[in-house]
């Protein structure tokens, strides 16, 4: 039975991946350059900000240092974030079902704390999670399990006790690696295969979890 469950953040629990799209293709309009989403799909999604300046201003020959493009892509998110970033769908759902079954919640994101808890208390759902771990506490990000690791720890649970519910490859593969079992719900990007088949399930929705762990862990029909 699982007895625990681990969030990722963005893309899986809070919109932030259409949000940086936006954010990115609003940038490139000011210098006359499309970005469609698909670019940003196949290129962007799922990978860290730096990571991301960096290839903006070398494939589009932006006039920024790497520095100047996160400062911009910061102060817009910034922005951004305090309009409101939307919730995804099954989202409540799930949460009130985990506290009602009386399951540990833990987040495990490689945001910044306050930048997290901003985007969680906009939404209430704060007071869901009895644990965070966030960026800067493990020596490594995923795709190491540390972050994962670190949320079963202070959980007080084993890794085999516990469920990961991830968005991305890097976060999967960082599950995978902990000895966690995971459940993808993708966002913009739909992992590789071979990703894919490190999971436990795929599912359209965080409420469409809750069979799973009705079933204690058990395999979903087409999944």
């Known amino acids: 039975m699982i007895k625990a469950v681990i969030f990722d953040l963005d893309g899986l629990l809070v919109d932030t ?20 989403l698909e670019e940003y799909t196949r290129d962007y999604s799922g990978k860290p900000e730096d990571i991301n300046a960096a290839r903006l201003i070398q ?60 985007l969680l208390d906009q939404h209430h759902i704060t007071d869901y999670f009895q644990h965070f771990v966030f960026a800067g506490e493990v020596e490594r990000g995923k795709p190491a399990p540390d972050v994962f690791l670190k949320a079963c720890e202070k959980l007080g649970r084993t890794p085999a006790d ?6 991305s490859e890097a976060g999967i593969q960082a599950a995978h690696a902990a000895g ?41 029909a087409g999944t």
Request: net charge negative; charged share 25%; with cysteine.
């Open 180 to 220: 966690v079992p995971v459940i993808c719900v993708p966002d913009l990007k739909t992992p590789d295969r071979r990703f894919l088949a490190m999971t436990a399930a795929v599912c359209p929705s965080l409420d469409r979890v809750i069979p799973y762990l009705d079933l204690g862990g058990a395999p979903l």
């Open 17 to 36: 991946e259409t949000v940086c799209y936006q954010i990115l293709r609003d940038i490139l309009a000011e210098f006359g350059y499309p970005f469609p």
């Open 162 to 167: 516990c469920l990961v519910l991830e968005d």
């Open 59 to 118: 494939t589009h020959r932006l006039p920024w240092t790497v520095e100047e493009g996160l400062e911009r892509i910061f102060a817009m998110e910034l922005q951004r974030h305090a309009q409101g970033v939307a919730l995804k769908p099954g989202a409540k759902e799930l949460l009130a079902y985990l506290r009602e079954t009386g399951r540990g919640v833990a987040m495990a994101s490689s945001s910044l704390r306050e930048r997290a808890l901003n």
